[in-house]
């Protein structure tokens, strides 16, 4: 379930930044902008749960990279690898049931980023 809704993430934006720079330069746009996604919302929910548990908010640089280096990796093997990201744009043309149900997801998305940001900012506050 997850995967679908990051699968439909990456078409999504892929749909809009394939209108400048084409079918393989926006599939390659649309995985650099959802890795950069998924690595936000992940530092922003490591740092929630380190203020929570350890009442040290801190991060590190190499933490930091070392998560974007997993996730740029795990998203190169959902998306491009093998040309993947063909079968997903594919799958969700023509579907309107599925693009429902994933704006559906999408949405479900930008609400839990943010306030699950809005929880660290208040909770770096006080």
Known sequence: MILNGIKYLFYSIYKITSINYGKEGGAYASFIIVS?????????????????LFNNPNISLITLS???AVLLSANYMLIIY??????????????????????VKILAYVFVSFGLFAMVILIKVN
């Open 36 to 52: 950069i996604l998924l690595s936000i919302n992940t530092v922003t929910f490591i740092g929630f749960f380190s203020k929570l």
């Open 66 to 68: 070392l998560i974007f």
């Open 82 to 103: 093998k040309l993947r990201y063909k079968c997903i744009i594919s799958y969700f043309e023509g579907r309107k049931k599925k693009r429902i149900i994933g704006v």
